[in-house]
């Protein structure tokens, strides 16, 4: 089952429940799904890593939703604080900093670095981000990374 099927079973049972609610939470999800599988130039499926993407950046656009709301507009942040527990349910679930530093050490003996200094950084990351691309936060990757360099 695709997660776009996911997502509209979802909303379905919700408008079932008569939770309007969390229907309109999982409807602009659904939405942003199917914009991007119309967008896609090649116009094949959308893939679960493409899904994840798409949830995730769902998701982010909903914190800064939160945190940029002024205090006194609670309206806002409850509904966005709402979407992104919604979203949560359809979210991969993020890499713990072991599993991150396990790919990092990976990719250090793929280029052959014993001490990686920041001159390698860049050479690093380049390698590194696609391998953990939808599966952890950069800056969790890029602090992890960064306890390991000399």
Do not use: C, W
Request: proline share 3%; aromatic share 2%.
């Amino acid at each position: 089952m695709s997660k776009i099927d996911e997502v509209r079973a979802a909303m379905v049972e919700a408008m079932k429940a008569k939770d309007k609610q969390r229907k309109d939470a999982l409807s602009m999800l659904l939405s942003a799904l199917k914009n991007f599988e119309i967008d896609k130039k090649d116009h094949t499926p959308i893939t679960e890593d493409e899904a994840n993407a798409i949830v995730k950046k769902e998701m982010k656009q909903s914190q800064e939703t939160h945190d940029l709301a002024p205090e006194d507009r609670t309206e806002i942040r409850e509904e966005a604080a709402f979407r992104i527990t919604v979203y949560k349910e359809f979210a991969p679930e993020d890499m713990g900093e072991e599993q991150i530093k396990e790919i990092i050490r990976s990719v250090l003996e793929e280029l052959g670095i014993e001490a990686p200094t920041g001159a390698d950084k860049g050479r690093i990351m380049k390698v590194l981000m696609p391998k953990v691309k939808g599966k952890a936060d950069g800056k969790a990757v890029n602090d992890a990374l960064a306890t390991m360099m000399k």
